[in-house]
């Protein structure tokens, strides 16, 4: 708060037409330029406005220049309102498609742009900078200020699986890939984007065990994608296991493993 700046005791006429400007407008967060730019001119400015009603708790900050007001409490909407050309991602994505019951106490959001961590509303906020190749397969959902852009499910999954430290863990992963209705045709064209040949592997043997069927055309073309390097199956996993000479991968998680991770439940 800048010295400078008058906290009044009581509400007063201005801040009591802003709140009801925001009410009215269906505007649930805010920046201060934006704030400016709609809102017009007033007797006293926008910031002292804002810092009053923020004082007497009708907003909260979320970052510096950025308010929401007290009542709205979507954190995954202010996360991307901050980080712009963001989505929902890993395992808070795993949670929201209903693929995982296990609730992270980290908001995962993905981003082509830098962004530092920060907290908001009391919830851990991770920003994962990626290439903008791998900004694809995104989808929204919710209306207005609740409205929330993040990964389709087959993306969701391939980034789990990229980076699975965000994702929870490996048991984690393997009852969401069984559980989630896939399309092959977007799994071939999205791990095509992602060119990781490792990725591309396990997730070719794992659709070969729980989705035989339905993604044969994408178990296919991730044959083809094999090479003469074995990788662990578990990327997070230890030197261990046999090798798998049809996926080149070393099973460091036994298939038998595997399959039971399928049929326990949560």
């Excluded at 510096?64 to 996360?79: C, D, E, M, P, Q």
């Excluded at 919830?123 to 409205?147: A, L, M, R």
């Excluded at 990725?199 to 991730?222: E, M, V």
């Excluded at 074995?230 to 090798?243: P, R, S």
């Amino acid at each position: 708060m800048a010295k400078s700046t008058y906290i009044s005791a009581n509400l007063t006429e201005e801040q009591i037409k802003l709140l009801q400007y925001l009410d009215a407008y269906e505007i649930s967060y805010f920046s201060i330029p934006q704030l400016q730019q709609q809102y017009g001119n007033v007797k006293v400015t926008i910031n002292e406005l804002v810092e009053n009603l923020y004082q007497k708790d009708f907003l909260t900050r979320v970052e510096r220049g950025i308010y929401a007001k007290s009542t709205f409490n979507n954190v995954a909407a202010l996360a991307l309102f901050i980080a712009k050309k963001g989505s929902v991602a890993y395992w808070s994505a795993l949670h929201h498609h209903g693929l995982t019951e296990r609730f992270p106490n980290t908001q995962f959001i993905k981003t082509p742009c830098r962004k530092r961590n920060t907290t908001i509303l009391g919830t851990t906020v991770k920003y994962v900078s990626v290439q903008p190749k791998k900004c694809i397969g995104e989808i929204t959902q919710g209306y207005g200020d609740n409205k929330i852009t993040l990964t389709n499910i087959e993306t969701t999954l391939i980034d789990c699986f990229d980076q699975p430290r965000y994702a929870g863990d490996f048991e984690n992963l393997i009852k969401a890939f069984a559980k989630a209705s896939l399309s092959a045709q977007k799994l071939i064209s999205y791990t095509k984007a992602y060119n990781n040949m490792a990725l591309t592997k396990r997730l070719g043997y794992l659709a070969s065990l729980f989705h035989p069927i339905k993604l044969k055309t994408f178990t296919n073309y991730a044959q083809t994608q094999t090479n003469k390097k074995y990788n662990l199956l578990d990327a997070g996993g230890i030197e261990k296991g046999a090798f798998n000479s049809q996926w080149k991968l070393r099973l460091n998680v036994t298939e038998e493993a595997i399959l039971k991770m399928e049929e326990d439940s949560y």
